[in-house]
């Protein structure tokens, strides 16, 4: 079992910078597969990240690739989402997902079993 907490969303201006991370509890931390996801209002969750239990290697959506970096520190039980020249576009709740089975990264949002509740990042124009 591994629950998942996210934080750090809030309102930024476009062009700016947030940091989201997402704490995780239990001791399987290391060994889950990580994503983030993210769902715009009036569409369904899409994939935004993914990395490997060991951090690398990492996958990002095309829209999001060069602007949002993923990371994990294990020791902290804590995956980040370093989000760079955000634009409206990016304004959703965000979501970070996990599963210890995954054995390659996944952008399918089933192949994740533990999901937190979410945060909201608002980019303003």
């Known amino acids: 079992q591994v629950q998942l907490v996210e934080s750090g969303g809030g309102l930024v201006q476009a062009g700016g910078s947030l940091r989201l991370s997402c704490a995780a509890s239990g001791r399987t931390f290391s060994t889950n597969t990580m994503g983030w996801f993210r769902q715009r209002p009036g569409k369904e969750r899409e994939f935004v990240a993914t990395i490997s239990p060991s951090s690398t290697p990492t996958s990002y959506a095309t829209s999001v690739k060069g602007r949002f970096t993923i990371s994990r520190d294990n020791a902290k039980n804590t995956l980040y989402l370093q989000m760079d020249s955000l634009k409206p576009d990016d304004t959703a709740v965000y979501y970070c997902?996990?599963?210890?089975?995954?054995?390659?990264?996944?952008?399918?949002?089933?192949?994740?079993?533990?999901w937190g509740q979410g945060t909201q990042v608002t980019v303003s124009s």
């Open positions: 997902a996990a599963d210890g089975r995954l054995t390659v990264l996944s952008s399918n949002s089933r192949s994740y079993t533990y």
